[in-house]
């Protein structure tokens, strides 16, 4: 039976120029942000080729016209700088546009990439070559002009703006759900001032702007099937100019807890140190020639900087009503906070033992 969402993606790829007979579509849970479908097409000549159809979330996105403008630039950019690597390549409208906006949807398309994506990961090779990807990813765009970029989401990784936010939203308490966060709050805001130190010091004009991926978790590489190897790395909605800190902290945020960021048994929280070398062995392989030796310093920091960060959007959303993130559930920004402040708890414990390890890999590959 043609579904509605069938119809609506055959009508999407139809805009797209896609060739050949509609054979199936799935709907890819991945992502808190956006809606992604893969569909997939019967050629005349009997061959199957596959599509990503993307429904952008202009909640979030308020201009999603400047956010495939930059994914155009940077992806240009990248496969200029390494034609031999797999890249995604935005399919474009007769218009000649990678985009079409409706009224009921912000669509673009772009190639399936056959491949394998992790959302926990304790094989060490994979975590490393993670952090290598996510390293040659922003070493490849060094030279790429910061001015050329738009900020889709502008103070994205402002923590102190972040926190102004939620404490606005906390004094207004629309949705009558303070009461029961107040431990959550508490810890958050006992760690501000720590939290809030890579946004400080980006102000004082102690480290440099980069451009940087903004949304490192690890299922954003994608790795070959059956085996070690990184394809390419994906969702570039946020490509923008940031802190090395921020790519770091957050890959760590996500691949470095032994649970998914959504767990409720937070007796299972905390930071795999195995994953947490392995990454930044990886990362530092790529990065640290080039790193000054004040971002290799802030790397650690930026573990605990960018989970506290994340547990005050999600509180955010929560206290909002969770206008922003997908939930499953009523509670789900909720179970996603608390998840995170365990985690900011293991990373503070930690922290000493982590910048060792970061000191030791940047010697190493200096
Ligand atoms: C969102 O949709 P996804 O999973 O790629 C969010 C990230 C958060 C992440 C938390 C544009 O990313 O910033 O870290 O959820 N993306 C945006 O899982 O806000
Ligand atoms: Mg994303």
Request: glycine residues 4%.
């Amino acid at each position: 039976m043609e579904t509605d969402t069938q119809k609506k993606l055959q009508e999407i790829c139809d805009i797209f120029c896609i060739s050949g007979k509609f054979k199936s579509y799935e709907e890819i849970k991945l992502g808190n942000i956006n809606r992604t479908y893969k569909v997939t097409f019967i050629e005349d000549d009997g061959r199957e080729e596959s599509y990503i159809v993307q429904a952008v979330n202009t909640y979030v996105f308020k201009n999603p016209v400047q956010v495939m403008e930059n994914i155009d630039k940077v992806t240009e950019h990248l496969r200029n700088k390494r034609p031999e690597r797999t890249t995604l390549k935005f399919y474009r409208t007769k218009e000649g546009k990678t985009y079409y906006f409706e009224n009921d949807g912000f669509w673009r398309l772009f190639n399936y990439i056959t491949s394998t994506t992790y959302n926990v990961c304790d094989d060490l090779m994979v975590v490393y070559n993670a952090g290598k990807e996510f390293g040659e990813f922003q070493m490849s765009l060094s030279d790429f002009d910061v001015s050329e970029l738009y900020d889709t989401i502008p103070d994205f990784h402002n923590t102190r703006k972040r926190y102004e936010t939620m404490i606005k939203h906390i004094e207004a308490d629309s949705c009558g759900k303070v009461e029961e966060v107040r431990e959550e709050i508490e810890y958050l805001l006992a760690v501000q001032d720590k939290a809030c130190e890579l946004t400080d010091m980006l102000e004082r004009g102690e480290l440099p702007l980069r451009v940087t991926h903004n949304d490192t978790k690890i299922n954003n590489v994608l790795f070959e099937k059956d085996s070690q190897n990184p394809l390419v790395v994906i969702d570039l909605d946020t490509v923008m100019p940031g802190l090395v800190g921020h790519d770091f902290g957050d890959a760590i945020r996500f691949a470095g807890n032994y649970v998914e960021e959504d767990c409720k048994d937070l007796e299972k929280v905390g930071v795999n140190m195995e994953v947490f070398r392995a990454f930044a062995e990886g990362f530092l392989s790529a990065t640290a020639k080039v790193l000054t030796d004040r971002e290799i310093e802030t790397l650690a920091q930026g573990c605990f900087v960018l989970t506290c960060e994340q547990a005050v959007r999600f509180l955010d959303d929560y206290i909002q009503g969770s206008p922003y993130f997908k939930i499953n559930y009523p509670e789900h920004n909720l179970v996603r906070t608390k998840c995170q402040v365990a985690l900011a708890k293991d990373i503070e414990r930690r922290m000493e033992e982590m910048n060792q390890i970061v000191l030791e890999s940047a010697k190493e590959f200096r």
